[in-house]
């Protein structure tokens, strides 16, 4: 007895640890998933946001990046409170778990409000960007997101091409006899929007609000789903803590 002095380890106490450690590798590579998706909508798709109104989609993937940052780093110190046994750094852990938790169900409660609100805003709001700021100096960025609006869904005008009739740009002589935008054109080249024939634009029925509504609620499906399968997983992993934390309490220093 005097030669073994260390503390014996039950059976389900060692089975926890390595259910534990395998769990936090595996939360570790979720981490960088749930990232990668936030940081890909913010850099990707980061010209279609500027012409939305509300915050809400851009507010959902900044806080999946956030989450999953934090969830890398918590899935490192989990192994670390694992092979150490240390009840106070499982508790960290622990508490960490729950804050990840509760950051993705919000981002996933977000994407969901915002999937039912986003048809209205783009009614609301899609046309009047388009018309108001397109070629505008200090606008910059709204003339790119629609002209690559235009380009990538094959759209031209929020519901239909007239709708470049009551564009400021389209109206003032800044256009240059332009009907509409070079970027409605099937084949774009300088002044090819002087002609809106149907063989040489694009007319697509519901417009480009038809085609970026369908992009914008896909994406906030992979949001929503991402954020809120993660967080249920976690849930697992709070479990297996609670589970070793009781062991390890239970057993004598």
Not at 41 to 60: F, G, M, N, R, W
Not at 88 to 99: K, N, T
Not at 120 to 125: R, S, T, Y
Request: net charge positive; glycine share 8%; with cysteine.
């Amino acid at each position: 007895m005097g030669v073994y002095e260390e503390k014996k380890e039950t059976c389900g106490t060692i089975c926890l640890k390595y259910l534990l450690f395998t769990f936090n590798f595996l939360f570790w590579l979720a981490g960088g998933v749930v990232m990668a998706v936030g940081v890909w909508t913010l850099v990707e798709k980061s010209d279609y946001i500027s012409l939305l109104s509300s915050k809400t989609y851009a507010a959902s993937a900044y806080i999946l990046v956030l989450a999953g940052a934090i969830v890398m780093v918590t899935g490192v110190l989990g192994c670390c409170a694992t092979f150490k046994e240390q009840r106070r750094l499982l508790r960290v852990y622990f508490v960490l778990l729950l804050c990840i938790f509760l950051l993705e169900v919000l981002a996933g409660i977000l994407a969901y409000i915002y999937y039912q609100q986003v048809n209205e805003e783009l009614k609301l709001n899609l046309k009047k960007t388009i018309t108001e700021k397109y070629q505008q100096s200090s606008y910059e960025h709204i003339t790119r997101a629609v002209d690559k609006l235009q380009q990538e869904f094959k759209c031209c005008g929020s519901i239909n091409s007239s709708d470049w009739s009551e564009s400021v740009w389209i109206r003032s002589g800044d256009s240059k006899g332009r009907a509409v935008p070079d970027s409605c054109c099937k084949t774009p080249s300088e002044f090819c929007g002087m002609r809106d024939h149907p063989s040489n634009i694009y007319k697509v029925e519901g417009g480009c609000i038809t085609k970026l509504e369908k992009f914008i609620l896909e994406h906030l499906k992979i949001i929503g789903a991402v954020g809120i399968g993660v967080a249920c997983v976690q849930i697992i992993g709070m479990v297996f803590t609670c589970c070793l934390y009781r062991s390890l309490k239970a057993e004598p220093y």
